[in-house]
Structures are given as C-alpha cells and as structure tokens.
C-alpha cells in the first residue's frame, strides 16, 4: 500500500508541506508506504512552445513526444503507482497556484488518451486539500480543484483549510498550531481509509 503526497506551494515548507507531511504520518500507523513529492524542488513547466504534439496524431498522423522537458511525467508516475494520493494546493490571487494549474493542463502531452489517465490515476483514491481564505476566492478555488476530479472512479475526499478562521495568516506556515486544522486532517485521513476498506 502506497500513498503519495503532492504539496504545490512555491514555499519549500509552508501549510501545503506541513498538512501533506501530517497526513502521510496518520497514514504510516496504518501501513502505509508513503512519500512526499514537494514541487518546490522540482520543474513544472506550463504548456508553451510547442506544435500541439499531444494531437499529432490528428494533426500530421504520426506519434510526436511533449517537446517540455521537465519533471512532470516523473510526478505523474509516481501517482500511477500509488494507491492513494493526496494534493495540498494553495491559492494565490483567489486562484489554484500555478504551478498546479500548469501540471494538470499538462496531462494530455502526458497521456496518450484521456482514457488512459483516468484508468491510470483517476482509479486512485485522491484526497485534496485546499488552502486560501474566501474572501480572497479560497472557495471559488477548492471547487475548482475538486472539478479537476470528477471523473474520479473513488469518492473524492477535500477540505478547504481557511487561515483566516483559525486566526492564522497564511504566510506563515502555522496553520498546524491550531488543533482544529489537526482534527479536520485527522477526519480527511479517516475518509481516506473508509474509502481504502471499500476498495479491497
């Protein structure tokens, strides 16, 4: 049993990492396998400069690669042999973070077929957790992330984590002081295993 945890934050250790690092650890006391990818250290690149090689099969009828070198299809590897993955993702200006929205647009220059990507991720158990204030779009956002998993064949467990309501600002990583956020955490790690019992 693997779980893999995704933080997008563009800070190598905020809430993102923290609430990832908190949730994989609950999962560990249950024998889970588990691994943290933080795109802080790695490279995702938006699609860019390209001649929509994704579709060169309908366009010039013939196999073209991403011409995108980076990281990207190491991650999403990592999430086909995993069993459940968790997403922190943040919001900036009211919106998902970028480096999210870049890896998810990425998916087709990935995947030879939507299809094939639903079959090889969408069939996990994903959980998700969103970080950012209403006021600021954090609810416009954690829908929007949720949206991106519709297809999900598992239920899709996800919180929005509001700095705000918990007296905390978000720039400061310190939304784990607050037992509250630890309690919401232990509840989403709950939802996953329930999920994992109904799958085997």
Not at 37 to 48: E, P
Not at 49 to 70: A, Q, T, V
Not at 115 to 130: Q, R
Request: aromatic share 8%.
């Amino acid at each position: 049993m693997k779980a893999l945890g995704i933080a997008f934050s563009a800070r190598k250790k905020g809430n993102c990492f923290n609430c990832i690092k908190y949730v994989l650890a609950k999962l560990e006391k249950h024998r889970f396998q588990t691994e943290i990818v933080n795109i802080y250290d790695l490279q995702v690149k938006s699609c860019n400069n390209c001649d929509y090689e994704c579709f060169s099969k309908e366009l010039r009828g013939k196999e073209e690669k991403c011409p995108i070198n980076d990281d990207v299809a190491k991650i999403y590897s990592k999430m086909k042999k995993a069993d459940v993955i968790v997403l922190a993702v943040p919001t900036y200006g009211g919106k998902p973070a970028s480096l999210y929205c870049a890896f998810t647009e990425r998916t087709q220059g990935i995947f030879g077929t939507y299809e094939e990507f639903k079959n090889s991720v969408l069939n996990k158990i994903i959980a998700l957790i969103v970080i950012g204030n209403v006021p600021a779009g954090g609810d416009l956002a954690y829908h929007t992330v949720i949206s991106d998993y519709k297809d999900c064949k598992s239920p899709v467990s996800a919180i929005l984590l509001q700095s705000a309501e918990y007296g905390k600002g978000s720039i400061h990583g310190n939304l784990l002081e607050d037992e509250t956020v630890k309690d919401r955490l232990d509840n989403l790690v709950t939802l996953i295993l329930k999920d994992w019992r109904k799958k085997q």
